[in-house]
C-alpha cells in the first residue's frame, strides 16, 4: 500500500508562488499517473493537474493553466506542483493522488485515484 506525503504549503500573499512537494513511500511509484487536487472550505475535491507516469505528458485544470507546472523524479518518488501568481481563490487543501491503475492515462476525476495523501494547506491572501 503506497504511502504519500505532501509538504511545501503555508502562508503567502496574491502574488507569491509555492512548491508542493508528495513522496510516495512503501508502493509502487513508476507506471502510474500521479495528479494533484485541491479542496476549499464548503466546496468538493477539484482536480489541479496530473502528469503522465513516463513521458511527461501534462495535464491542467483550466483556473491553473500558464501559472501551476507539475513534475516528477522517478528516481526519487516525488511528484512537484510550481505555483505562481497566486490568487485568493487558489486557497485550499492541497492532496496528491495516485491513479488507481497503472499504465492509465484517461479521466482525471477523484474517482479515477486510489491513494491519496493528508493534504497541505495552501492560503492565499490579498
Known amino acids: 500500500q503506497v504511502q504519500l506525503v505532501e509538504s511545501g504549503g503555508g502562508l503567502v500573499q496574491a502574488g507569491g508562488s509555492l512548491r508542493l512537494s508528495c513522496v510516495a513511500s512503501?508502493?509502487?511509484?513508476?507506471?502510474?499517473?500521479m495528479a494533484w487536487f485541491r479542496q476549499a472550505p464548503g466546496k468538493e475535491r477539484q482536480f489541479v493537474a496530473a502528469?503522465?507516469?513516463?513521458?511527461?505528458?501534462?495535464d491542467y485544470a483550466d483556473s491553473v493553466k500558464g501559472r501551476f507546472t507539475i513534475s516528477r523524479d522517478n528516481a526519487k518518488n516525488t511528484v512537484y506542483l510550481e505555483m505562481n501568481s497566486l490568487k485568493p481563490e487558489d486557497t485550499a487543501v492541497y492532496y496528491c493522488?495516485?491513479?488507481?491503475?497503472?499504465?492509465?492515462?484517461?479521466?482525471?476525476?477523484?474517482?479515477?485515484?486510489?491513494?491519496w495523501g493528508q493534504g497541505t494547506q495552501v492560503t492565499v491572501s490579498s
Open positions: 493522488a495516485r491513479n488507481l491503475r497503472k499504465y492509465y492515462w484517461g479521466t482525471l476525476d477523484v474517482a479515477d485515484f486510489g491513494s
Open positions: 512503501g508502493g509502487t511509484f513508476s507506471g502510474y499517473t
Open positions: 502528469i503522465k507516469w513516463g513521458t511527461g505528458t501534462t
